[in-house]
């Protein structure tokens, strides 16, 4: 199975990044981690985009705040997916950086998540590699499931407390 790379802009991005991490270690999906600057180091985030498909990479998120230019500078220098993690920062917190990840030119395409939203790009990474891995695709079904089954869970026991406020 193909890896996801994840790049972060800076290290303030690690608790984002880590509710990725946990979400592909949960479906047994191998990843690397790296902090890449869009504007600090831009010669290491494009040599890395050139180099990742060849590397054995499959879709590649980039979580950056502020300008977050990351995702946008990674997906000019790759075909592989790019799904870009706005995190919020800064005064704005993250406005700017949702704004500068959703809003790509044409020919360059980006996959925007919510802002912080690293579990919802963890699984965008891993329905795009289930798509050619049907044990990928059976372990996200399961936890569409569980997830399924918690909301009835919680729905049954909330009917059950309400019951006796009548």
């Known amino acids: 199975m193909k ?28 990843y690397e981690v790296h902090v890449y600057s869009a504007h600090r180091t831009p010669e290491e985030a494009r040599e890395f985009a050139l180099s990742a498909e060849g590397s054995g990479f499959g879709v590649i998120i980039a979580a950056a705040g502020m300008a977050a230019h990351l995702a946008g500078a990674i997906a000019a220098a790759t075909t592989l997916p ?20 959703v809003q790509m030119p044409s020919g360059i395409p ?22 050619g891995e049907p044990e990928l695709a059976r372990k996200l079904k399961e936890k569409r499931e569980a997830a399924k089954a918690k909301v009835l869970e919680t729905d049954r026991d909330i009917a059950e407390k309400l019951a006796n406020f009548k």
């Open 3 to 30: 890896k996801v790379a994840i790049i972060m802009g800076s290290e303030s991005d690690l608790p984002i990044v880590k509710k990725a991490v946990d979400t592909l270690e949960e479906l047994s999906i191998l």
């Open 110 to 131: 980006v996959a925007t998540v919510a802002l912080d939203g690293g579990v919802n790009a963890a699984l965008l990474s891993a329905q795009i590699l289930a798509l």
């Open 82 to 101: 790019v799904i870009g993690i706005p995190c919020a920062s800064g005064k704005l917190q993250g406005i700017d950086a949702l704004l500068a990840t």
